[in-house]
């Protein structure tokens, strides 16, 4: 089986950014002041800086997974310090690898007020593409792993992607020979 992919992965422009102001703003100061050190000191902060914007704003729609025969490859963007280290050097991430054979139960979990889309274990809603991306409610599959650890793969992105969904939620019931189930979240 070829791999599936769901969400986005945080690409090469944030980091070009980040490091092209970094440098610029370095040079300029360099030009100005004809001081090297403070050209550098300043340059690293400005670029840490820019880091630290975009990676406080990409925390929607940056759930990236993929699943194949051999399991599911998880990059979790939920964590700051991930998400600020894949803006700076994207392709230093190390991504979480999880074994069909580890995982206890499946759950998908919907927000409140919603159900889940149509042919997903009985779901029912019906948005236009536009703006479920604008709705603050949460679509994700929520993994129990055999050694407690509970890893959230979130379906947000893609999820108009109904028969995809379902063949990755019955591909994950057989092959760790679990049950899912439908959860929606309660009112807060």
Avoid: C
């Avoid at 030009?31 to 050190?37: E, K, S, V």
């Avoid at 690898?97 to 580890?102: G, T, V």
């Avoid at 650890?149 to 990755?168: K, M």
């Avoid at 019931?173 to 309660?186: D, H, Y």
Wanted: aromatic share 12%; charged share 20%; proline share 3%.
């Amino acid at each position: 089986m070829e791999s599936i992919d769901f969400g986005r992965k945080i690409n090469y422009v944030p980091m070009a950014i980040s490091w092209g102001v970094g440098l610029i703003a370095g040079i300029l100061i360099y030009i100005f002041t004809r001081q090297a050190l403070l050209a550098v000191i300043l340059g690293v902060a400005i670029l840490v800086v820019v880091a630290l914007v975009y990676a406080k704003t990409l925390s929607d729609f940056y759930g990236y997974w993929s699943i194949d025969d051999k399991g599911i490859t998880s990059f979790n963007y939920q964590n700051f310090n991930v998400r600020f280290q894949s803006v700076l050097l994207t392709f230093s991430e190390d991504p979480l690898k999880i074994e069909f054979k580890n995982i206890k139960s499946l759950k998908v979990v919907v927000g409140k007020d919603m159900n889940a889309p149509a042919n997903i274990l009985g779901g029912s809603f019906n948005a236009p593409k536009r703006i479920m991306f604008h709705l603050p409610t949460p679509y994700y599959l929520e993994l129990q792993l055999n050694d407690g650890r509970e890893i959230y793969l979130d379906l947000s992105a893609d999820w108009d992607d109904t028969q995809t969904i379902q063949y990755v939620i019955g591909l994950i019931m057989s092959k760790a020979n679990i049950e899912a189930s439908i959860v929606k979240q309660a009112q807060e």
